[in-house]
């Protein structure tokens, strides 16, 4: 597996290659994102581990340039903790955010959740389309439509959508919704699921109607058909 580690402070990026290489990893370092997304145009890469405030180009920056080329999993370190700056990052397709100053040991538990949750997301679905009103749900081909408009989520979004859909009309508590689609790398922070969900359901329009929230414990997606 390739890493590429993107950090303008030489000695995150020591102790995150140490601590990567001991696992196994082949790491690659660029200390800004202008040579990161230089890299990402030559290279191909697992995954990116990439920290936010940078000379030349920040990371958010970076990460949408990549994105518009390749399909690349990124975990963002910042010493910014705010929620603003986490949902910013999701939105614009990140699977990991990750606050300075962190533990190694923590942030390769989370490149492997990542990572694994990255490589199931790819794994082949049975070619199967839904359709609940005007809401079209192709679990296949990862695209979802609202009355007849594809409609552009997050990575996050896809899958707590599909998880809920396809445990359609069952009760699902946040913890088990953190199992299931949020995986190591949220910690416990259900509240990161509340946000997921305001996400989600943003983006369904008139069809939000469908998730439900289930009070003191979580949610699920009900439907009349």
């Known amino acids: 597996m390739k890493l590429l580690v993107v950090d303008d402070e030489v000695n995150i990026r020591r102790v995150v290659r140490e601590y990567a290489e001991f696992e196994e990893y082949e790491v690659t ?6 040579e ?7 290279n191909d890469y697992d995954l ?17 340039e990549i994105k518009k080329k390749k399909d690349i999993p990124v975990i963002m370190l910042s010493a910014r903790g705010e929620e603003y700056d ?3 990052g999701f939105e614009i397709g990140i ?6 100053p962190f533990s190694p040991k923590e ?4 490149v492997r959740a990542v990572l694994n949750r990255h ?7 049975t070619s199967q389309k839904l359709q609940f009103e005007g809401l079209e749900i192709d679990l296949a081909g990862r695209e979802v439509y609202v009355d007849g408009q594809r409609v552009q989520m997050t990575p996050k979004e896809y899958d707590l959508l599909f998880f809920l859909v396809k445990n359609k009309g069952l009760a699902l508590s946040r913890d088990k919704l953190l199992e299931e689609v949020g995986g190591y790398d949220f ?20 069809y939000r109607k469908f998730v439900v929230t289930l009070r003191g414990m979580g949610y699920k997606f009900e439907t009349e058909n």
């Open 107 to 110: 942030l390769m538990a989370r």
């Open 36 to 42: 990161a997304v230089s890299l990402c145009r030559d």
């Open 48 to 64: 990116i581990i990439m920290d936010v405030m940078m000379p030349r180009l920040d990371g958010f920056s970076a990460c949408k």
């Open 29 to 34: 370092e660029a200390e800004n994102g202008m």
């Open 187 to 206: 910690f416990g922070d259900d509240r990161t699921v509340d946000t997921h969900i305001k996400m989600l359901r943003g983006s369904l329009g008139p």
């Open 86 to 88: 986490k949902l910013f």
């Open 95 to 100: 699977d990991d955010y990750v606050v300075k």
């Open 119 to 125: 490589k199931s997301s790819g794994m082949a679905i």
